[in-house]
Protein backbone atom coordinates (compact mmCIF):
# COMPACT_ATOMS: atom_id res chain seq x y z
CA UNK A 1 0.00 0.00 0.00
CA UNK A 2 1.29 3.69 -0.85
CA UNK A 3 2.09 5.88 1.70
CA UNK A 4 0.78 9.06 0.14
CA UNK A 5 -3.00 9.00 0.43
CA UNK A 6 -4.72 11.94 -0.51
CA UNK A 7 -5.59 11.14 -3.84
CA UNK A 8 -5.68 6.99 -3.35
CA UNK A 9 -9.17 5.97 -4.40
CA UNK A 10 -11.81 4.42 -2.18
CA UNK A 11 -12.60 1.29 -3.18
CA UNK A 12 -15.65 -0.72 -2.51
CA UNK A 13 -15.71 -2.90 -0.26
CA UNK A 14 -18.19 -5.69 -0.61
CA UNK A 15 -19.68 -7.94 1.90
CA UNK A 16 -20.84 -11.80 1.33
CA UNK A 17 -24.00 -12.20 2.70
CA UNK A 18 -24.51 -14.49 5.27
CA UNK A 19 -27.12 -16.43 3.03
CA UNK A 20 -24.76 -16.38 0.09
CA UNK A 21 -25.47 -20.23 -0.45
CA UNK A 22 -29.53 -18.66 -1.50
CA UNK A 23 -28.25 -16.98 -4.36
CA UNK A 24 -27.28 -19.35 -7.11
CA UNK A 25 -28.18 -23.24 -7.50
CA UNK A 26 -25.00 -24.74 -7.23
CA UNK A 27 -24.12 -23.01 -4.05
CA UNK A 28 -27.37 -24.75 -2.58
CA UNK A 29 -26.40 -27.63 -3.66
CA UNK A 30 -23.17 -27.40 -2.18
CA UNK A 31 -24.79 -26.46 1.14
CA UNK A 32 -27.06 -29.33 0.67
CA UNK A 33 -24.23 -31.64 0.63
CA UNK A 34 -22.78 -30.39 3.39
CA UNK A 35 -26.04 -30.15 5.36
CA UNK A 36 -25.90 -34.64 4.75
CA UNK A 37 -23.32 -34.27 7.93
CA UNK A 38 -26.45 -33.77 9.94
CA UNK A 39 -27.98 -36.81 9.29
CA UNK A 40 -25.11 -38.66 9.17
CA UNK A 41 -24.60 -37.78 12.78
CA UNK A 42 -28.54 -38.37 13.62
CA UNK A 43 -28.69 -41.98 11.72
CA UNK A 44 -25.17 -43.10 13.59
CA UNK A 45 -27.20 -41.97 16.80
CA UNK A 46 -30.01 -44.35 15.59
CA UNK A 47 -27.69 -47.31 15.27
CA UNK A 48 -26.34 -46.71 18.23
CA UNK A 49 -30.24 -46.71 19.75
CA UNK A 50 -30.84 -49.65 18.10
CA UNK A 51 -28.06 -51.83 19.35
CA UNK A 52 -28.63 -50.79 23.04
CA UNK A 53 -32.55 -51.91 22.36
CA UNK A 54 -31.08 -55.13 21.16
CA UNK A 55 -28.68 -55.95 23.93
CA UNK A 56 -31.45 -54.76 26.50
CA UNK A 57 -33.58 -57.58 25.85
CA UNK A 58 -37.03 -57.80 23.29
CA UNK A 59 -39.40 -55.46 24.63
CA UNK A 60 -36.83 -52.52 24.05
CA UNK A 61 -36.20 -53.44 20.62
CA UNK A 62 -40.16 -53.69 19.71
CA UNK A 63 -40.14 -50.18 21.53
CA UNK A 64 -37.26 -49.50 19.21
CA UNK A 65 -39.12 -50.38 16.27
CA UNK A 66 -42.17 -48.78 16.66
CA UNK A 67 -40.24 -45.81 17.33
CA UNK A 68 -38.87 -45.79 14.19
CA UNK A 69 -42.04 -46.54 12.63
CA UNK A 70 -43.57 -43.35 14.29
CA UNK A 71 -44.09 -40.16 11.55
CA UNK A 72 -41.52 -38.00 12.92
CA UNK A 73 -38.73 -40.04 12.96
CA UNK A 74 -40.02 -41.82 10.24
CA UNK A 75 -39.69 -38.55 8.04
CA UNK A 76 -36.50 -37.85 9.35
CA UNK A 77 -34.93 -41.11 8.44
CA UNK A 78 -36.51 -40.81 4.51
CA UNK A 79 -34.47 -37.33 4.57
CA UNK A 80 -31.57 -38.81 5.85
CA UNK A 81 -31.99 -41.62 3.02
CA UNK A 82 -32.12 -38.83 0.58
CA UNK A 83 -29.37 -36.33 1.38
CA UNK A 84 -27.20 -39.43 2.05
CA UNK A 85 -27.67 -40.88 -1.32
CA UNK A 86 -26.83 -37.19 -2.18
CA UNK A 87 -23.51 -37.42 -0.27
CA UNK A 88 -22.55 -41.02 -1.89
CA UNK A 89 -23.00 -39.67 -5.34
CA UNK A 90 -21.14 -36.33 -5.44
CA UNK A 91 -18.74 -38.37 -2.96
CA UNK A 92 -18.15 -40.96 -6.08
CA UNK A 93 -18.10 -38.72 -8.33
CA UNK A 94 -15.47 -36.38 -7.10
CA UNK A 95 -12.44 -38.86 -4.47
CA UNK A 96 -12.24 -41.34 -7.33
CA UNK A 97 -11.35 -38.26 -9.98
CA UNK A 98 -8.58 -36.94 -7.66
CA UNK A 99 -7.23 -40.09 -6.63
CA UNK A 100 -6.99 -41.33 -10.20
CA UNK A 101 -4.98 -38.25 -11.60
CA UNK A 102 -2.62 -38.65 -8.37
CA UNK A 103 -1.80 -42.37 -9.52
CA UNK A 104 -1.53 -41.44 -13.14
CA UNK A 105 -0.17 -38.62 -13.05
CA UNK A 106 -2.47 -37.13 -16.24
CA UNK A 107 -6.11 -36.03 -16.46
CA UNK A 108 -8.38 -39.10 -16.66
CA UNK A 109 -11.69 -39.64 -17.84
CA UNK A 110 -14.38 -38.93 -14.72
CA UNK A 111 -16.12 -42.11 -15.64
CA UNK A 112 -14.00 -44.52 -15.81
CA UNK A 113 -12.81 -43.36 -12.45
CA UNK A 114 -16.21 -43.32 -10.71
CA UNK A 115 -17.88 -46.68 -12.15
CA UNK A 116 -15.94 -49.05 -9.51
CA UNK A 117 -17.40 -46.87 -6.42
CA UNK A 118 -20.70 -47.96 -7.78
CA UNK A 119 -20.29 -51.27 -8.53
CA UNK A 120 -19.25 -51.54 -4.93
CA UNK A 121 -22.27 -49.76 -3.80
CA UNK A 122 -24.22 -51.76 -5.12
CA UNK A 123 -22.38 -55.16 -3.86
CA UNK A 124 -22.26 -53.75 -0.80
CA UNK A 125 -25.54 -53.05 -0.13
CA UNK A 126 -26.71 -56.54 -1.43
CA UNK A 127 -24.30 -58.30 0.87
CA UNK A 128 -25.47 -55.78 4.11
CA UNK A 129 -29.33 -56.06 3.67
CA UNK A 130 -28.91 -59.91 2.81
CA UNK A 131 -27.19 -60.29 6.33
CA UNK A 132 -29.61 -57.37 8.12
CA UNK A 133 -33.29 -59.39 6.93
CA UNK A 134 -31.30 -62.94 8.08
CA UNK A 135 -31.48 -64.10 4.51
CA UNK A 136 -28.02 -65.22 5.41
CA UNK B 1 -36.39 -11.56 -31.70
CA UNK B 2 -36.66 -8.31 -30.23
CA UNK B 3 -33.98 -5.36 -31.82
CA UNK B 4 -33.01 -4.04 -28.29
CA UNK B 5 -32.12 -5.82 -24.97
CA UNK B 6 -31.77 -4.08 -21.75
CA UNK B 7 -28.56 -4.12 -19.71
CA UNK B 8 -28.43 -3.59 -15.89
CA UNK B 9 -25.08 -2.34 -15.32
CA UNK B 10 -23.54 -1.68 -11.64
CA UNK B 11 -22.42 2.17 -11.66
CA UNK B 12 -19.76 3.16 -8.63
CA UNK B 13 -18.44 6.06 -8.44
CA UNK B 14 -15.04 6.48 -5.76
CA UNK B 15 -15.71 9.79 -5.10
CA UNK B 16 -19.36 10.21 -5.00
CA UNK B 17 -20.41 6.69 -3.58
CA UNK B 18 -20.71 4.68 -0.80
CA UNK B 19 -23.01 2.01 -2.54
CA UNK B 20 -23.10 0.30 -6.17
CA UNK B 21 -25.66 2.05 -7.80
CA UNK B 22 -27.28 0.21 -11.16
CA UNK B 23 -27.76 2.01 -14.43
CA UNK B 24 -30.05 0.88 -16.91
CA UNK B 25 -29.22 0.98 -20.95
CA UNK B 26 -30.79 -0.41 -23.98
CA UNK B 27 -28.06 -1.47 -26.62
CA UNK B 28 -29.03 -3.23 -30.13
CA UNK B 29 -29.65 -7.01 -29.70
CA UNK B 30 -27.28 -8.18 -32.28
CA UNK B 31 -26.68 -12.18 -32.63
CA UNK B 32 -22.89 -12.20 -32.89
CA UNK B 33 -22.31 -9.72 -30.37
CA UNK B 34 -21.01 -10.27 -27.04
CA UNK B 35 -21.47 -8.93 -23.54
CA UNK B 36 -18.50 -7.23 -23.89
CA UNK B 37 -19.58 -5.71 -27.51
CA UNK B 38 -22.63 -4.35 -26.05
CA UNK B 39 -20.76 -2.46 -23.06
CA UNK B 40 -18.28 -1.11 -25.54
CA UNK B 41 -21.61 0.02 -27.63
CA UNK B 42 -22.29 2.01 -24.52
CA UNK B 43 -19.24 3.74 -23.88
CA UNK B 44 -18.65 4.57 -27.47
CA UNK B 45 -22.76 6.09 -27.69
CA UNK B 46 -24.16 6.73 -24.88
CA UNK B 47 -21.82 7.04 -21.70
CA UNK B 48 -18.38 7.68 -22.07
CA UNK B 49 -17.74 7.46 -18.34
CA UNK B 50 -18.67 3.91 -18.02
CA UNK B 51 -15.51 1.72 -16.68
CA UNK B 52 -14.62 -1.83 -17.61
CA UNK B 53 -11.19 -3.48 -18.64
CA UNK B 54 -10.82 -5.38 -21.63
CA UNK B 55 -7.79 -6.29 -23.82
CA UNK B 56 -7.92 -8.87 -26.44
CA UNK B 57 -11.05 -9.53 -26.66
CA UNK B 58 -10.90 -13.05 -27.92
CA UNK B 59 -10.55 -14.91 -24.44
CA UNK B 60 -7.03 -15.18 -23.71
CA UNK B 61 -5.63 -12.22 -21.44
CA UNK B 62 -8.09 -12.71 -18.76
CA UNK B 63 -9.22 -8.79 -18.09
CA UNK B 64 -12.82 -8.73 -18.98
CA UNK B 65 -14.11 -10.92 -16.14
CA UNK B 66 -17.55 -9.65 -14.80
CA UNK B 67 -20.90 -10.94 -13.25
CA UNK B 68 -23.17 -11.66 -15.96
CA UNK B 69 -26.30 -12.32 -14.35
CA UNK B 70 -24.56 -13.38 -11.33
CA UNK B 71 -22.30 -16.02 -12.61
CA UNK B 72 -18.78 -14.96 -13.65
CA UNK B 73 -17.75 -14.70 -17.01
CA UNK B 74 -15.50 -13.83 -19.49
CA UNK B 75 -17.70 -10.83 -21.12
CA UNK B 76 -15.84 -10.97 -24.53
CA UNK B 77 -16.63 -15.00 -25.49
CA UNK B 78 -20.45 -14.83 -24.11
CA UNK B 79 -22.76 -13.90 -26.48
CA UNK B 80 -25.48 -11.48 -25.74
CA UNK B 81 -28.25 -12.72 -27.58
CA UNK B 82 -28.44 -16.08 -25.29
CA UNK B 83 -30.02 -13.59 -22.58
CA UNK B 84 -32.64 -12.56 -24.78
CA UNK B 85 -34.99 -10.66 -23.80
CA UNK B 86 -32.95 -9.46 -21.02
CA UNK B 87 -32.65 -7.60 -18.72
CA UNK B 88 -29.17 -8.80 -18.31
CA UNK B 89 -27.08 -7.77 -15.12
CA UNK B 90 -23.55 -6.79 -15.03
CA UNK B 91 -21.69 -6.31 -12.28
CA UNK B 92 -17.90 -6.61 -11.44
CA UNK B 93 -16.41 -9.74 -10.20
CA UNK B 94 -17.88 -10.46 -6.50
CA UNK B 95 -15.65 -10.36 -3.60
CA UNK B 96 -13.12 -8.09 -4.87
CA UNK B 97 -12.97 -4.16 -3.97
CA UNK B 98 -14.58 -1.83 -6.13
CA UNK B 99 -12.26 0.75 -7.94
CA UNK B 100 -14.72 2.06 -10.27
CA UNK B 101 -17.93 0.76 -12.05
CA UNK B 102 -16.76 -2.30 -13.46
CA UNK B 103 -13.09 -2.57 -12.22
CA UNK B 104 -12.06 -4.33 -9.35
CA UNK B 105 -8.75 -4.11 -7.13
CA UNK B 106 -6.70 -7.01 -8.18
CA UNK B 107 -3.70 -6.70 -5.83
CA UNK B 108 -5.69 -9.05 -3.52
CA UNK B 109 -4.82 -12.00 -5.73
CA UNK B 110 -1.66 -10.48 -7.16
CA UNK B 111 -0.55 -11.06 -3.46
CA UNK B 112 -1.73 -14.47 -3.13
CA UNK B 113 -0.20 -15.17 -6.59
CA UNK B 114 3.22 -14.57 -5.21
CA UNK B 115 2.90 -16.37 -1.97
CA UNK B 116 2.68 -19.52 -3.75
CA UNK B 117 6.04 -18.90 -6.36
CA UNK B 118 4.37 -19.94 -9.31
CA UNK B 119 7.80 -20.27 -11.45
CA UNK B 120 10.14 -22.92 -11.56
CA UNK B 121 12.23 -23.22 -8.44
CA UNK B 122 15.59 -24.60 -8.16
CA UNK B 123 17.78 -25.74 -5.51
CA UNK B 124 20.80 -24.27 -6.68
CA UNK B 125 20.25 -20.78 -8.82
CA UNK B 126 23.29 -21.26 -11.39
CA UNK B 127 22.03 -21.57 -14.82
CA UNK B 128 22.15 -24.79 -16.56
CA UNK B 129 24.43 -25.02 -19.21
CA UNK B 130 21.44 -26.26 -21.45
CA UNK B 131 17.48 -25.99 -21.56
CA UNK B 132 15.59 -29.01 -19.34
CA UNK B 133 13.97 -31.92 -21.31
CA UNK B 134 11.05 -33.03 -20.37
CA UNK B 135 8.76 -35.72 -22.62
CA UNK B 136 5.29 -35.34 -23.08
CA UNK B 137 4.19 -37.68 -20.24
CA UNK B 138 6.22 -35.30 -18.17
CA UNK B 139 4.33 -32.28 -20.14
CA UNK B 140 1.16 -33.72 -19.45
CA UNK B 141 1.30 -34.19 -15.63
CA UNK B 142 0.63 -30.52 -15.19
CA UNK B 143 -0.68 -29.04 -18.52
CA UNK B 144 -4.10 -28.74 -17.89
CA UNK B 145 -2.96 -26.37 -15.05
CA UNK B 146 -0.84 -24.30 -17.08
CA UNK B 147 -3.67 -23.28 -18.87
CA UNK B 148 -4.59 -20.41 -16.69
CA UNK B 149 -5.07 -17.03 -17.57
CA UNK B 150 -5.41 -15.06 -14.24
CA UNK B 151 -8.82 -13.92 -15.17
CA UNK B 152 -9.90 -14.75 -11.24
CA UNK B 153 -13.29 -15.92 -12.84
CA UNK B 154 -12.46 -18.55 -10.17
CA UNK B 155 -12.32 -16.12 -7.14
CA UNK B 156 -15.48 -14.48 -7.85
CA UNK B 157 -17.15 -17.94 -7.63
CA UNK B 158 -15.25 -18.99 -4.67
CA UNK B 159 -17.34 -18.74 -1.39
CA UNK B 160 -14.41 -19.56 0.73
CA UNK B 161 -12.33 -16.86 -0.51
CA UNK B 162 -15.46 -14.43 -0.12
CA UNK B 163 -15.83 -15.47 3.79
CA UNK B 164 -12.37 -15.77 3.87
CA UNK B 165 -10.44 -13.13 2.47
CA UNK B 166 -7.10 -15.28 3.80
CA UNK B 167 -7.74 -17.90 1.70
CA UNK B 168 -5.01 -18.33 -1.18
CA UNK B 169 -8.19 -19.28 -3.48
CA UNK B 170 -8.55 -21.36 -6.78
CA UNK B 171 -6.22 -20.37 -9.30
CA UNK B 172 -3.07 -19.38 -7.04
CA UNK B 173 -2.96 -22.99 -5.45
CA UNK B 174 -3.84 -24.17 -9.22
CA UNK B 175 -0.69 -22.68 -10.26
CA UNK B 176 1.14 -23.98 -7.21
CA UNK B 177 0.10 -27.41 -8.19
CA UNK B 178 1.29 -26.73 -12.00
CA UNK B 179 4.87 -25.97 -10.39
CA UNK B 180 4.98 -28.99 -8.38
CA UNK B 181 3.75 -30.96 -10.91
CA UNK B 182 7.00 -29.50 -13.12
CA UNK B 183 10.10 -31.96 -13.88
CA UNK B 184 11.77 -29.00 -13.96
CA UNK B 185 10.79 -27.80 -10.39
CA UNK B 186 12.10 -28.30 -6.94
CA UNK B 187 10.33 -26.10 -5.06
CA UNK B 188 7.67 -28.25 -3.89
CA UNK B 189 8.50 -28.50 0.01
CA UNK B 190 8.60 -24.53 0.31
CA UNK B 191 5.51 -24.56 -1.43
CA UNK B 192 3.77 -27.07 0.98
CA UNK B 193 5.21 -24.95 3.63
CA UNK B 194 3.15 -22.50 2.49
CA UNK B 195 -0.03 -24.24 1.48
CA UNK B 196 -0.67 -26.97 3.74
CA UNK B 197 -1.90 -23.76 6.27
CA UNK B 198 -5.87 -23.57 7.21
CA UNK B 199 -5.66 -20.29 4.57
CA UNK B 200 -4.15 -22.74 2.08
CA UNK B 201 -5.65 -25.90 0.92
CA UNK B 202 -7.43 -26.72 4.31
CA UNK B 203 -9.57 -23.82 4.17
CA UNK B 204 -11.64 -25.45 0.57
CA UNK B 205 -14.56 -26.84 1.42
CA UNK B 206 -15.06 -28.32 -2.62
CA UNK B 207 -17.56 -26.11 -3.52
CA UNK B 208 -16.45 -27.06 -6.92
CA UNK B 209 -17.86 -23.43 -8.25
CA UNK B 210 -14.16 -22.59 -9.44
CA UNK B 211 -13.94 -25.61 -11.99
CA UNK B 212 -17.29 -24.80 -13.42
CA UNK B 213 -16.59 -21.33 -14.30
CA UNK B 214 -13.18 -21.22 -15.37
CA UNK B 215 -13.22 -20.35 -19.08
CA UNK B 216 -9.75 -22.72 -19.69
CA UNK B 217 -10.74 -26.14 -18.30
CA UNK B 218 -8.10 -25.72 -15.36
CA UNK B 219 -9.93 -27.36 -12.73
CA UNK B 220 -8.45 -26.04 -9.54
CA UNK B 221 -10.71 -27.49 -7.18
CA UNK B 222 -9.41 -30.92 -8.67
CA UNK B 223 -6.22 -29.67 -8.38
CA UNK B 224 -6.75 -28.78 -4.43
CA UNK B 225 -7.91 -32.10 -3.70
CA UNK B 226 -4.86 -33.40 -5.24
CA UNK B 227 -2.59 -31.07 -2.95
CA UNK B 228 -4.66 -32.04 0.17
CA UNK B 229 -3.90 -35.65 -0.81
CA UNK B 230 -0.09 -34.80 -1.42
CA UNK B 231 0.09 -32.62 1.93
CA UNK B 232 -1.36 -35.87 3.87
CA UNK B 233 1.36 -37.96 2.49
CA UNK B 234 3.80 -35.29 3.19
CA UNK B 235 2.17 -35.24 7.27
CA UNK B 236 2.22 -38.99 7.55
CA UNK B 237 5.81 -39.38 6.58
CA UNK B 238 6.79 -36.40 8.94
CA UNK B 239 4.98 -37.88 11.65
CA UNK B 240 5.51 -41.38 11.84
CA UNK B 241 8.85 -42.16 9.60
CA UNK B 242 11.72 -40.72 11.63
CA UNK B 243 13.45 -40.20 8.86
CA UNK B 244 11.00 -39.52 6.65
CA UNK B 245 11.36 -35.41 8.09
CA UNK B 246 14.11 -33.94 6.01
CA UNK C 1 12.72 -28.08 10.49
CA UNK C 2 10.13 -25.97 8.29
CA UNK C 3 7.84 -28.93 7.79
CA UNK C 4 6.44 -28.19 11.63
CA UNK C 5 4.62 -25.35 10.14
CA UNK C 6 2.63 -26.99 8.59
CA UNK C 7 -0.67 -28.08 9.40
CA UNK C 8 -2.20 -31.05 11.41
CA UNK C 9 -5.25 -31.35 9.08
CA UNK C 10 -4.32 -34.20 7.44
CA UNK C 11 -5.31 -36.52 10.03
CA UNK C 12 -9.03 -35.34 10.39
CA UNK C 13 -8.96 -35.03 6.65
CA UNK C 14 -8.10 -38.72 6.28
CA UNK C 15 -10.41 -39.85 8.73
CA UNK C 16 -12.81 -37.88 7.26
CA UNK C 17 -12.17 -39.13 3.56
CA UNK C 18 -12.59 -43.03 4.64
CA UNK C 19 -15.33 -42.05 7.08
CA UNK C 20 -16.89 -40.39 3.88
CA UNK C 21 -16.55 -44.04 1.94
CA UNK C 22 -17.72 -45.67 4.22
CA UNK C 23 -20.62 -43.68 4.91
CA UNK C 24 -21.55 -43.42 1.08
CA UNK C 25 -21.10 -47.35 0.72
CA UNK C 26 -22.90 -48.87 3.82
CA UNK C 27 -25.17 -45.77 5.30
CA UNK C 28 -27.79 -45.93 2.70
CA UNK C 29 -28.71 -49.49 2.75
CA UNK C 30 -29.06 -49.52 6.30
CA UNK C 31 -31.72 -46.36 6.47
CA UNK C 32 -33.37 -47.89 3.71
CA UNK C 33 -33.71 -51.33 5.56
CA UNK C 34 -34.60 -50.09 9.04
CA UNK C 35 -35.89 -46.68 8.79
CA UNK C 36 -37.63 -47.29 5.57
CA UNK C 37 -38.55 -50.37 4.30
CA UNK C 38 -39.20 -52.45 8.19
CA UNK C 39 -41.31 -49.46 9.42
CA UNK C 40 -43.67 -50.01 6.09
CA UNK C 41 -43.71 -53.68 5.54
CA UNK C 42 -41.72 -53.96 2.64
CA UNK C 43 -39.58 -56.49 3.90
CA UNK C 44 -40.44 -59.50 5.91
CA UNK C 45 -39.47 -58.48 9.80
CA UNK C 46 -36.78 -60.68 11.27
CA UNK C 47 -37.41 -62.29 14.28
CA UNK C 48 -35.93 -60.53 17.53
CA UNK C 49 -33.37 -63.35 18.03
CA UNK C 50 -32.07 -63.42 14.86
CA UNK C 51 -31.18 -59.87 14.41
CA UNK C 52 -29.57 -60.22 18.49
CA UNK C 53 -27.60 -63.42 17.02
CA UNK C 54 -26.41 -61.69 14.46
CA UNK C 55 -24.51 -58.82 16.60
CA UNK C 56 -23.08 -61.56 18.26
CA UNK C 57 -20.93 -61.86 15.37
CA UNK C 58 -17.40 -61.08 16.48
CA UNK C 59 -17.48 -59.64 11.89
CA UNK C 60 -20.73 -57.50 12.77
CA UNK C 61 -19.19 -55.93 15.45
CA UNK C 62 -16.16 -55.10 14.30
CA UNK C 63 -17.99 -53.74 11.13
CA UNK C 64 -20.34 -51.75 13.53
CA UNK C 65 -17.52 -50.18 15.25
CA UNK C 66 -15.80 -49.14 12.42
CA UNK C 67 -18.06 -47.79 10.48
CA UNK C 68 -20.25 -45.99 13.19
CA UNK C 69 -16.57 -44.30 14.89
CA UNK C 70 -15.93 -42.77 11.21
CA UNK C 71 -19.09 -41.92 10.47
CA UNK C 72 -19.24 -39.88 13.77
CA UNK C 73 -16.11 -38.05 12.98
CA UNK C 74 -16.85 -37.70 9.27
CA UNK C 75 -20.22 -35.87 9.88
CA UNK C 76 -18.19 -33.92 12.55
CA UNK C 77 -15.55 -32.94 10.57
CA UNK C 78 -18.14 -31.59 7.86
CA UNK C 79 -20.66 -30.47 10.31
CA UNK C 80 -17.65 -27.62 11.22
CA UNK C 81 -16.93 -26.65 7.82
CA UNK C 82 -21.13 -26.32 7.23
CA UNK C 83 -21.78 -24.45 10.47
CA UNK C 84 -18.73 -22.01 9.76
CA UNK C 85 -19.75 -21.74 6.39
CA UNK C 86 -23.58 -21.52 6.62
CA UNK C 87 -23.73 -18.72 9.67
CA UNK C 88 -20.60 -16.88 8.26
CA UNK C 89 -18.43 -17.85 11.47
CA UNK C 90 -15.62 -18.64 10.33
CA UNK C 91 -14.06 -16.60 12.91
CA UNK C 92 -15.42 -18.89 15.80
CA UNK C 93 -14.66 -21.89 13.98
CA UNK C 94 -12.47 -22.69 16.83
CA UNK C 95 -15.53 -23.14 19.43
CA UNK C 96 -17.44 -24.72 16.63
CA UNK C 97 -14.39 -27.26 15.72
CA UNK C 98 -13.99 -28.27 19.32
CA UNK C 99 -18.04 -28.82 19.53
CA UNK C 100 -18.32 -30.77 16.72
CA UNK C 101 -15.32 -32.85 17.86
CA UNK C 102 -16.61 -33.20 21.50
CA UNK C 103 -19.73 -34.59 19.53
CA UNK C 104 -17.48 -37.49 17.90
CA UNK C 105 -15.70 -38.20 20.61
CA UNK C 106 -18.50 -38.85 22.84
CA UNK C 107 -20.12 -40.77 19.74
CA UNK C 108 -16.78 -42.95 19.42
CA UNK C 109 -16.77 -43.59 23.12
CA UNK C 110 -20.61 -44.85 23.39
CA UNK C 111 -19.85 -46.80 19.89
CA UNK C 112 -17.42 -48.45 21.58
CA UNK C 113 -19.18 -49.12 24.93
CA UNK C 114 -22.42 -50.29 23.02
CA UNK C 115 -20.92 -52.74 21.68
CA UNK C 116 -18.99 -53.81 24.33
CA UNK C 117 -22.33 -55.06 26.25
CA UNK C 118 -22.74 -56.82 23.40
CA UNK C 119 -23.48 -60.01 26.14
S1 LIG D 1 -8.12 -21.02 -12.88
FE1 LIG D 1 -9.51 -20.57 -14.59
S2 LIG D 1 -11.01 -19.14 -13.69
FE2 LIG D 1 -9.28 -19.17 -12.31
S3 LIG D 1 -7.98 -17.46 -12.94
FE3 LIG D 1 -7.22 -19.29 -14.01
S4 LIG D 1 -8.28 -19.30 -15.98
FE4 LIG D 1 -9.40 -17.89 -14.64
S1 LIG E 1 -10.87 -9.25 -23.42
FE1 LIG E 1 -9.22 -10.61 -23.13
S2 LIG E 1 -10.20 -12.29 -22.16
FE2 LIG E 1 -11.86 -11.03 -22.64
Known sequence: MPQYRQFQYKAYQPVMSPYWYFDRWPYLKFMLREMSSIFVGWFAVVILLQLNALVSGPTAYANFQHWMATPPVFIVNILSFVFICFHAITWFMLVPRVVARQVLQRPSPDVLSAAPNFGIWLVASVVVALFALRVI | MADTIILEVARFSPERDSQIGYQTFEVPLRSDWMVLD???????????????????RMGICGSCGMMVNGVPKLTCETLIAQFAPGPVRIEPLEHFPVVKDLVIDMDVFLEKLQKVRPWIVRKDDRLPAREFLQTPAQLEAFHQYSLCINCMLCYAACPVFGLDQDFVGPAALALAERYNLDSRDQGAPERTDVLSQHDGIWDCTVVGECSTVCPKGVDPSLAIQQYKLTATKEWFKTWLLPWGNK | MATLNRSNRPLPWMVFGVGGFLVAFFFPVH????????????????????????????????????????????AAYRLRDTVCDAFAMRQVDTIVAAACFAFALAGSIATIVALWAVP
Open chain 2, 38 to 56: ALNYIKDNIDGSLTFRWSC
Open chain 3, 31 to 74: IFIYGIALPLGWLPTPSYRSTLELVHYPITRIYLGILLVMAFWH
